[in-house]
């Protein structure tokens, strides 16, 4: 029997508030922002926002470290706009998601002032403090910014862990008193209205016990200890004491961030016996461009990989769980460049990538911009990024390491967050409308030619072909509850599958490629159209050569039938 819930009939948007709309002309996004656009996002079809966070922040993660849970940041406005967004939102029967972020918190929390002042204090508890070992860190583990997972403090001749930056430390879930802050802190969001929560690195909070050294082999200074804080040992209790502490007594969405997950571990997250989350983002597809040294270790994507990590999400979670769908968000770059051609083919692959993405089963996520299809980034210096992932890894690899700085800026162009977190385009006019100040980060100079108004005027455009998309989602069941079938699994140009419930079909094809490639349906597969339901290509309507007809470049089709 088919669980339906609002939040799996739902479409996410992705806010990254910072370069969404700036109101007041300092150059960065803000919430009154937010709240003049309400009507495009309205007019798009989606019904769920999720807010990146906006909570009092000194930035040095762009607001992921937050100094006070109950505050908003100074840049981004008041509570009172806060508030006023919220109600506006909810007058267009529009839902907002807030960002939790419970791992870490920022070093200038009141928690971490008390927490480092003496061994005995009250708040020391709250974080993960160790002494060194022989001089040194506590243990091998690295950052995931790179450098080590411990800062030394003098005051109290301690460590303290942080997996992220060294001005986010670890919060010690551990403590019952933390953990019962936290509910607290979620119960005060939830309570002023909030619909739900994306949950950052939920997965991180459980840390093995002991903090053991991680194994290696290569002898580095530093390793990744992914193994030791991601899915620990306790991960699953404290999840279903947040669900019943808190979650419980709400009707609510919850997705939780779970880097390093794989789909047996994601169904138990997301099994609703069990109490714990709806969905968890999984990140093995935006891994399979990556080669053995990571990240920014550039391979091509073949797409057999893809159709193997997509179809056992799909068929994993199937009946038991619930799928996040996206391919860029505020971590990510740009789909369109990433997966296709952003250059001659720019409409065709954003209207391909999203057809693809929306006719899966699961919650489709769209991320700001995606809807007019923005593209990557190219700044002419290293100077010009913002993000500390990019600056670190650069400091790491040409000023410290003397590696080429060509290759390692490539890597940054194909990779970078900075790619997804450029201004929005809104317009033609002057910083493509963003703002009438000076922009905290360079605008993508194609603005011109790709933006929201040129968009929305344009009815073949990618915006309108995405309101098509979430329109269908919104009117066929199918869509949203249908199982999930791979077919032409070992084709390495299209991506073709099948969706099925109560005695309906949908047959999706798509073209990965900048080719012509000839579809022919196999034999085994059991299909008859009785419509095409959408395509990004113009089409004569009809439905009499769906089992045998050349793809277009990035061509995407959708029929209906049985």
């Known amino acids: 029997m088919t669980h339906k819930a609002w939040w799996k009939e739902s ?139 411990w800062e030394y403090d003098e005051n109290t001749d301690e460590y303290f862990l942080h997996i992220f930056s060294r001005k986010q430390p670890d919060l010690n879930w551990e403590n019952p008193k933390l953990r019962q802050e936290i509910y607290d802190m979620m119960k005060w969001w939830l309570d002023k209205g909030v619909d739900g929560f994306r949950m950052d690195v939920i997965n991180f909070i459980s840390k093995v016990p002991g903090l053991p050294d991680a194994p290696n082999p290569e002898g580095k200074k530093y390793v990744g200890g992914g193994k030791y804080f991601m899915n620990g040992p306790r991960i699953h209790e404290f999840l279903r004491e947040m669900n019943e502490e808190v979650i419980s007594n709400y009707d609510v969405m919850t997705v939780g961030e779970m880097p390093g997950v794989d789909v047996e571990e994601a169904k138990k997250y997301t099994d609703p016996e069990r109490k714990e989350l709806q969905m968890v983002f999984q990140f093995e597809h935006m891994d399979l461009d990556s080669g053995p040294n990571g990240k920014w270790d550039l391979k091509p994507l073949d797409l057999r990989d893809l159709k193997a990590s997509i179809t056992r999400w799909q068929k994993g979670l199937q009946g038991v769980g619930w799928n996040s769908l996206y391919l860029n968000n505020h971590d990510q770059p740009r789909m369109v460049s990433r997966f296709g051609n952003d250059k001659e083919y720019r409409v065709e692959t954003a209207k391909m990538l999203g057809t693809f993405l929306h006719m899966l089963q699961g919650t489709p996520y769209v991320f700001q911009g995606e809807e007019i299809g923005m593209t990557n980034i190219k700044f002419d210096s290293i100077d010009e990024y913002k993000d500390i992932e990019i600056l670190n890894m650069y400091k790491e690899k040409v000023i410290e390491g003397n590696e080429d700085p060509d290759k390692v800026m490539e890597s940054i162009y194909v990779k970078g967050r900075d790619n997804a977190r450029t201004p929005v385009q809104w317009d033609a006019t002057e910083n493509a409308g963003f703002t009438t100040g000076e922009p905290w980060i360079k605008v993508n100079p194609n603005y011109k030619e790709v933006n929201a108004e040129q968009a929305v005027n344009d009815e073949n455009s990618i915006y309108h072909y995405y309101r098509e998309l979430i329109q269908l989602r919104k009117t066929h069941p199918i869509i949203v509850y249908g199982d999930y079938d791979l077919i032409l699994d070992e084709h ?50 009809g439905v009499e050569d769906y089992n045998s007809f050349t793809l277009k470049p990035y061509e995407a089709r959708v029929y209906k039938g049985k």
């Open 492 to 541: 390495e140009q299209i991506y073709a599958y099948t969706r099925t419930y109560e005695g309906e079909k949908l047959l999706v094809l798509t073209n990965f490629s900048e080719e012509e490639v000839k579809f022919d349906l196999p034999s085994d597969v059991s299909f008859e159209a009785d419509e095409l339901l959408i395509s990004n290509y113009p089409q004569n309507g």
């Open 11 to 149: 479409i996410v948007y992705q806010i990254y508030p910072r370069s969404f709309n700036d109101s007041n002309g300092d150059g960065i996004g803000d919430i009154k922002g937010i709240t003049e656009k309400l009507d495009y996002l309205k007019n798009l079809g989606i019904n769920v926002i999720w807010l990146s966070p906006v909570y009092k922040s000194p930035n040095d993660d762009n607001g992921y470290d937050i100094a006070d849970y109950k505050a908003i940041m100074d840049e981004f406005g008041t509570m009172e706009d806060w508030e006023e967004l919220l109600e506006e939102m909810h007058k267009r029967d529009l839902k907002l998601i807030m960002d939790l972020v419970v791992n870490h918190s920022s070093d200038e929390h009141e928690w971490f002032k008390e927490s480092r002042k003496s061994k005995d204090n009250p708040y020391r508890d709250y974080y993960i403090w160790r002494p060194g070992k022989d001089g040194k860190e506590p243990n091998n583990w690295e950052s995931t910014f790179s450098g080590p997972a």
